[in-house]
Nanobody, 120 residues
Framework: QVQLVESGGGLVQPGGHLRLSCVAS????????MDWYRQAPGKQRELVAT???????GYADSVKGRFTISRDNPKKTVYLEMGSLKPEDTAVYYC??????????????WGQGTQVTVSS
């Protein structure tokens, strides 16, 4: 069974910094694109950042220049470095990845989410 587990969320003051991690586990043969999404109360889930298996990245306009996505392929981990945090960054952050596993076709998996709250 493939799983994604996020960590690193918490309460931070405006202007602060957090680093989120997401580790994939299971009988994984290949991890393709890895993404971070977020969902604020009363809003739709939105794509924050994406990274391909080759390391190409993309960002939502709202986080460009403040957030950095990276991955460690041997560790099956994707990171999201978040700086200059704003109250509007408050949301549950979800990890998402396209993964192939033994005897399983490529499937999109989601983590359980980690809460990020930006408040003074």
């Amino acid at each position: 069974q493939v799983q994604l587990v996020e960590s690193g969320g918490g309460l931070v003051q405006p202007g602060g910094h957090l680093r989120l991690s997401c580790v994939a586990s299971g009988s994984i043969t290949q991890i393709y694109d890895m993404d971070w999404y977020r969902q604020a109360p009363g809003k739709q889930r939105e794509l924050v950042a994406t990274i391909t298996s080759n390391g190409n990245t993309g960002y939502a306009d709202s986080v460009k220049g403040r957030f950095t996505i990276s991955r460690d392929n041997p560790k099956k981990t994707v990171y999201l470095e978040m700086g200059s945090l704003k109250p509007e960054d408050t949301a549950v952050y979800y990890c998402n990845a396209d993964i192939s596993a033994v005897f399983r076709p490529t499937t999109t998996y989601w983590g359980q989410g980690t809460q990020v709250t930006v408040s003074s």
